[in-house]
Nanobody
Framework: VQLQASGGGLVQPGGSLRLSCAASGFTLDDYAIGWFLQAPGKEREGVSCISTSGGRTYYKDSVRGRFTISRDNANNTVYLQMNNLKPEDTAVYSC??????????????????WGRGTQVTVSS
C-alpha cells in the first residue's frame, strides 16, 4: 500500500501547478485523502482534504479560493489544483489517506497512510 505525490516544481508567483496523489495497492475512492505542506523549519500542516464520498472538503484559510481538491477515480488519483501561487506556498507537499471517512480534517492525526512528498517552489 503506497501513496506517491507528484507534480511539484518551480513556478513564478501567480502561476499554477496541479499536484497528483496516486495510489498503488488500494483504491483511492474508498479513502479520505488529505494534502499537507511542510515549509523549511516549520511544522507540517493541513492544506486540503476530500472525504471518501467526495461530499466533504476542507481547505486551509490561506488557500481557500485558490486551491481545489478533486478525485479522478478512473485513474485512482486525487488532484490538488493550485492557482495564483504565492511565495509563501513554497513547501514540500505530501498526501495522506484514511479508509472510509465521510468527514474531513486538516489534522495529521486523522490520517494513517502517508506518501512521499513533492517540492513546490514559488519564486520569481
Amino acid at each position: 500500500v503506497q501513496l506517491q505525490a507528484s507534480g511539484g516544481g518551480l513556478v513564478q508567483p501567480g502561476g499554477s501547478l496541479r499536484l497528483s496523489c496516486a495510489a498503488s495497492g488500494f483504491t483511492l475512492d474508498d479513502y479520505a485523502i488529505g494534502w499537507f505542506l511542510q515549509a523549511p523549519g516549520k511544522e507540517r500542516e493541513g492544506v486540503s482534504c476530500i472525504s471518501t464520498s467526495g461530499g466533504r472538503t476542507y481547505y486551509k484559510d490561506s488557500v481557500r479560493g485558490r486551491f481545489t481538491i478533486s478525485r479522478d477515480n478512473a485513474n485512482n488519483t486525487v488532484y490538488l489544483q493550485m492557482n495564483n501561487l504565492k511565495p509563501e506556498d513554497t513547501a514540500v507537499y505530501s498526501c495522506a489517506a484514511r479508509k472510509r471517512q465521510y468527514t474531513c480534517s486538516g489534522l495529521q492525526t486523522f490520517f494513517d497512510t502517508w506518501g512521499r512528498g513533492t517540492q513546490v517552489t514559488v519564486s520569481s
